[in-house]
């Protein structure tokens, strides 16, 4: 069993920065791979970025040299640093944790942190 702890997120004006943390904890030597998603008012659920444990990582078009995705797997946390926010970029967050054993992939996900931006 993995669970997943989000903190951070707020209100901004465009242009801003934010910063959001998730801790891991429980069965972290399962963890794969972890990844942040948001979900806008009326939309689906979307990927933002996801980082490997090997830290190999991948982000959306739409936020790439504004969002970091980076892992501290000595502390099990994960972190999206947001910069240059946009109005679009307004939503719930979500931290997302991969874990793998022989045989079963779960995914964990955390309740959710509320990032607005305002015009």
């Known amino acids: 069993q993995v669970e997943v702890a989000e903190s951070g997120g707020g209100s901004v004006q465009a242009g801003g920065s934010l910063r959001l943390s998730c801790l891991v904890s429980?069965?972290?030597?399962?963890?794969?791979?972890m990844a942040w998603y948001r979900r806008a008012s009326g939309s689906e659920r979307e990927l933002v970025a996801r980082?490997?444990?090997?830290?190999?990582?991948y982000s959306v078009d739409s936020v790439k040299g504004r969002f970091t995705i980076a892992a501290d797997i000595a502390v099990n946390t994960v972190s999206l640093q947001m910069n240059n926010l946009k109005p679009e970029d307004t939503g719930v967050y979500f931290c997302n944790v991969r874990a793998d054993v022989p045989g079963t992939t779960s995914e964990y996900w955390g309740q959710g942190t509320q990032v607005t931006v305002s015009s």
């Open positions: 980082i490997t444990r090997e830290g190999s990582s």
């Open positions: 429980g069965k972290t030597w399962t963890v794969g791979g």
